[in-house]
């Protein structure tokens, strides 16, 4: 298969393969979530008076999408990269407190929404989807914000599946040495 195939498009390949287990996980999960709502709805009053915030969960799936295929392409970048398996999951946990940052500053978002930090993690393509997340429940984001983030994200995901692919293509080149950094990089600037 690795001769029949580019690196980008078997990268790319392993993304949405990825993307799409976790949406049938997902789906499985809101189709269970819906189900007992209309089961238990008739007994708890509580919940004859739910509404679905149809925005909220649309401006999410806008910003889900590209970042969980962002985290995909760097866990694919990181593990063509490394040699052993433990070196991966020490990248990974790096990587995941990136993306988390906003839970983690979660009281100085909802203290100050509109703030310089909020903002900042809003257009930062690694932690801008639990940022909006946490700032639209709260108040208002302005659509200019909205709108680089998500362009900003997108940009990113697509730089970084290129990137994966590219240095999927040199840890093939060097199987069974780790890449170093300075390789990594160097086979992304490559032609």
């Given at each position: 298969m690795l001769t029949s195939v580019t690196p980008g498009q078997l990268i790319g390949g392993k993304t949405l393969g990825l993307l799409a287990a976790t949406l049938t996980q997902l789906a499985v999960y809101v189709v269970a979530a819906v189900a007992a709502v209309k089961v238990a709805a008739p007994y708890v009053v509580q919940l004859q008076h739910v509404e679905v915030p149809w925005t909220f969960l649309g401006l999410l799936a806008l910003f889900f999408f590209p970042a969980y295929t962002l985290v995909a392409a760097i866990m694919v970048a990181?593990?063509?990269?490394?040699?052993?398996?433990?070196?991966?999951?020490?990248?990974?946990?790096?990587?995941?407190?990136i993306f988390i940052l906003p839970i983690m500053l979660a009281a100085v978002i909802l203290q100050n929404p509109a703030g310089p930090l909020a903002v900042a993690?809003?257009?930062?393509?690694?932690?801008?989807?639990?940022?909006?997340?946490?700032?639209?429940?709260?108040?208002?984001?302005?659509?200019?914000?909205?709108?680089?983030?998500?362009v900003l994200l997108v940009a990113a995901t697509l730089l970084m599946i290129w990137a994966a692919a590219r240095i999927f293509r040199a840890g093939m080149l060097r199987y069974g040495q780790p890449l170093t950094v300075k390789s990594a990089l160097s086979s992304i600037s490559r032609r």
């Open positions: 990181v593990g063509s990269a490394v040699g052993e398996l433990q070196q991966g999951q020490q990248l990974a946990g790096i990587v995941n407190l993690l809003t257009l930062f393509p690694t932690t801008s989807f639990l940022t909006v997340a946490l700032r639209w429940g709260v108040g208002t984001i302005p659509a200019w914000q909205l709108a680089a983030g998500w």
